[in-house]
């Protein structure tokens, strides 16, 4: 159904300050105009419902003092809402999305599809072998992503509002099965705003970007899409590095995502970037790679500590050897961790 732009004003009434502000902004850019003033019949209530258990709320308006005449005509006034808009007083806090979204159909697709990733990857500005994000980075992100989207995500994706960035979040998981292949052309891209978004240690914004790589994962995996080790180098780093979270849950969301990433890139590129997660500063995170990789070694076997054609000297080939080393640390769960896993190869190799 579409909206006109006055529709989106009312509806965008009952939002508060923070967010009806990027919603009419992203209205005014794809209308080309000013955006008209929401009726003031249609903002002041909120129907209650016993359900919903949400009070009524009146405009000061409604009730004037000293005159019943008047009051009683403001009153009809505010409970006659204008033709259409009885629905959108029921907004709630999703309401901000979902105009959002409504505004985004006037402003053309989310994304577009890109075609200069493997000039990206050709270029290596941004090729990290460990956690590595530069202090530019967020500014050359934007200058680079931005053209790719349109004006509404922009601008909630790069707004300083992580409530903002959380509606990003929100409609790039509604939209990846119909833009997959849009997404899969900006991998890169959208795998460094993450990358930045995991960095800054916001529990709920953690929580949604989790969420949403574990869906594209996931759809990849359902899909038969492989991810370029160019792909990889963007995300893994942050996901090991990060997988020692103090909350358990998140914890087992990283832990989920490796495994996940294993089923789209050869587990034994995943073993090496979680091999490196085994030299972190922090010894939770050393436990949880020591435990995945006991994981890793149970699903595919000798594969992963025995390659086939690679040299003693290459990075997966001293597995064991790392792991080894954790058993010297004085912190009891290091070096369980690190026996878990050489107990692990034990069952596979015997006596």
Request: charge should be positive; aromatic fraction near 4%; proline fraction near 5%.
């Amino acid at each position: 159904q579409a909206h006109s732009p006055a529709d989106l004003s009312s509806a965008a009434a009952s939002l508060d300050a923070a967010q009806r502000k990027v919603v009419l902004e992203s209205i005014a850019k794809a209308t080309g105009g000013p955006v008209p003033a929401a009726a003031p019949a249609a903002a002041p209530a909120r129907p209650s419902t016993a359900a919903s258990g949400t009070s009524s709320v009146r405009s000061s308006s409604a009730r004037p003092m000293g005159s019943t005449t008047g009051g009683s005509r403001s009153t009809a006034s505010a409970r006659q809402p204008a033709t259409g808009t009885t629905s959108r007083l029921n907004l709630n806090k999703a309401g901000a999305a979902s105009a959002a979204a409504a505004a985004a159909v006037d402003d053309g697709p989310l994304l577009v599809l890109d075609g200069k990733k493997e000039e990206r990857a050709r270029k290596g500005k941004f090729r990290p072998g460990k956690l590595e994000v530069r202090n530019e980075e967020p500014a050359v992100l934007e200058s680079e992503f931005a053209p790719l989207m349109s004006s509404t995500m922009r601008g909630l994706m790069f707004s300083k509002d992580f409530k903002h960035q959380c509606q990003a979040v929100d409609l790039l998981r509604e939209a990846l099965p119909d833009l997959f292949d849009e997404i899969l052309s900006q991998l890169d891209l959208l795998f460094r705003w993450c990358t930045l978004r995991i960095l800054e240690a916001n529990t709920q914004m953690l929580v949604k970007v989790l969420d949403l790589l574990k869906e594209i994962f996931g759809t990849m995996a359902s899909r038969g899409v492989k991810m370029s080790e160019y792909d990889c180098r963007m995300i893994l780093p942050v996901l090991v590095e990060k997988a020692g979270h103090n909350q358990d849950k998140i914890k087992a969301d990283h832990r989920e995502l490796l495994r996940l990433a294993s089923e789209v890139h050869p587990p034994l590129r995943i073993a090496t970037y979680i091999k490196d997660g085994l030299e972190s500063k922090n010894n939770k995170t050393r436990v949880v790679c020591a435990d995945e990789l006991a994981a890793l070694i149970e699903r595919h076997g000798p594969s992963l500590y025995r390659p086939a054609g690679i040299k003693t000297t290459s990075g997966a080939d001293n597995l064991l050897l790392a792991i080894a080393r954790l058993i010297g640390e004085r912190d009891q769960a290091q070096r369980s961790a690190a026996l878990s896993s050489l107990e692990a190869v034990y069952k596979i190799e015997g006596q």
